[in-house]
């Protein structure tokens, strides 16, 4: 027997007329099939978008369609006939990403400061998109850069590739050097036989078609020397185990360091720890109290752009009885707490106390005031401030230091048997450089572990546990 278009579904075994199940159709199978595409072809998005403004030279053009334009067999592969057509012309890449989508991408890039019409063949769709203007994206070196290699070139790199003939680059004072362009985006200054030693320098980019020049300043290294040291030649070092060096120019640390000698040799040598910009090292050792010491270094130690010292080192200086010396300048009064951060911790089955490092501080008023919960959720809601709002007075105190000079000292204060709460902590010395930042102080009976155990679904484990006995409270 055979059905077209039709499965009739039987049980195996004869039934009855009433049992007997009902004949179960399934359509024909050219009816499942797919409708030919019958609307007519037409664009359903692009970019960049239509009136598009500042779009970047390096950017790629997408076409969909509404409906299949080109077999698969055209995919990953250029496009044989463009679908698009770009007024000005300009060379680039076209293919077919999908059977619906076209993309071109520029060969060099489309042109500064334009605008692009764009038409789609065998549709009606016409948009039109305009360029970012030709700039200056970055120079080096930077505005405001100080310290400069005088022999090193001058880069200007800009947001895209550029007529090279439209571009100036000048500089007051006047240079001589060579100008060459490294890429299509990037221009090299070689300044011929070099920029002047310690000199400011402004420079100035002009770019035709674009109204605004871009101008920029930079200050180039003098010739390396030792501007000073601490201490001066033949003084008494303010501190026992260091002194320290000041240079016109950034130095070369390895050469510096190779050639430093001290007289007496130490048992070590020194340890150079240099700023940022190196031209300042300290020099730290183990120097015997009360001797006379030589600090040396050569002619001819070079900086880091290669250029030598003129003039050696030589300092002479004794080192003081103790730590530090009685004729050192008095170094600005300090405090702060001795505590992880702004907030700290107390068991309220102990007796509280906050300790206090201060440097070359007299006096110093303190204050302890109760905080409701309310107050210390306000704390969070912004940034961190230096004075805490005022609370319910609970104690205050004063404390007079008898310090030594410039040597950092530690006091304890005693905040008293303390319920479980929040309190705000003001300490007040009576020098003004000496300002503390208010200090939150919770007081509670119970410690909260916490253990990050990764892969778990919950994130970890935690536990309260009672400052008194150890014991865990809650899971």
Not at 47 to 65: G, H, I, K, R, Y
Not at 70 to 97: K, N, Y
Request: charge should be negative; hydrophobic fraction near 40%.
């Amino acid at each position: 027997m055979r059905f077209v278009g039709a499965v009739v579904l039987a049980a195996c075994a004869p039934a009855s007329a009433a049992q007997q199940p009902l004949p179960i159709a399934i359509p024909p199978a050219h009816s499942a099939a797919a409708a030919s595409a019958t609307s007519p072809l037409a664009v359903t998005s692009v970019v960049p978008e239509p009136n598009a403004s500042a779009v970047l030279f390096d950017t790629a053009v997408f076409v969909q369609f509404n409906h299949p334009v080109v077999p698969l067999s055209t995919l990953d592969h250029p496009a044989g006939d463009q679908p698009l057509q770009i007024d000005p012309p300009l060379d680039g890449t076209g293919r077919w990403i999908t059977t619906g989508l076209y993309t071109f991408t520029p060969t060099i890039g489309w042109a500064a400061s334009s605008t692009y019409h764009l038409s789609v063949a065998n549709t009606q769709y016409t948009w039109s998109f305009s360029t970012l203007p030709a700039a200056v994206a970055s120079t080096n070196p930077a505005a405001n850069a100080r310290l400069i290699d005088p022999a090193a070139a001058v880069r200007v790199t800009f947001n895209q590739p550029v007529d090279h003939g439209a571009v100036q680059l000048t500089h007051v004072p006047e240079t001589t050097g060579s100008a060459q362009w490294a890429d299509a985006r990037t221009l090299m200054f070689h300044p011929e036989p070099g920029l002047a030693p310690a000199t400011d320098y402004d420079a100035r980019v002009s770019i035709d078609g674009v109204l605004q020049d871009v101008r920029w300043r930079f200050s180039t290294a003098p010739l390396p020397r030792v501007v000073r040291t601490v201490p001066e030649d033949g003084a008494e070092a303010p501190r026992l185990n260091q002194i320290e060096l000041y240079f016109s120019a950034p130095m070369d640390r390895d050469d510096l360091r190779a050639n430093i000698v001290v007289e007496p040799q130490l048992n070590y040598s020194p340890f150079p720890s240099w700023s940022d910009d190196d031209t300042h090292v300290v020099l730290y050792g183990m120097f015997t109290p009360s001797t006379s010491y030589t600090v040396s270094s050569p002619a001819g130690v070079h900086d880091r752009f290669g250029r030598p010292l003129a003039e050696g080192l030589q300092l002479h200086f004794t080192t003081p009885t103790g730590e530090l010396s009685p004729n050192a300048p008095l170094a600005p009064a300090q405090a702060w707490m001795i505590s992880p951060g702004p907030v700290g911790t107390y068991n309220a089955y102990e007796h509280p106390r906050a300790l206090l490092r201060t440097t070359n501080v007299s006096h110093f008023d303190y204050s302890l005031d109760a905080l409701d919960e309310q107050a210390v959720v306000a704390l969070y809601g912004g940034p961190s401030a230096q004075r805490m709002a005022d609370g319910r007075r609970i104690a205050s105190g004063a404390m007079d230091l008898q310090p030594e000079r410039n040597m950092p000292s530690l006091s304890t204060i005693d905040l008293g048997q303390l319920a479980p709460g929040y309190y705000r902590l003001r300490i007040e010395p009576a020098e003004a450089t000496a300002r503390v930042a208010d200090h939150l102080v919770v007081v509670t009976r119970t410690m909260l572990a916490v253990k990050d155990t990764a892969g778990q679904r919950d994130g970890g484990a935690h536990c309260a546990r009672n400052n008194r006995g150890g014991r865990d409270t809650a899971g």
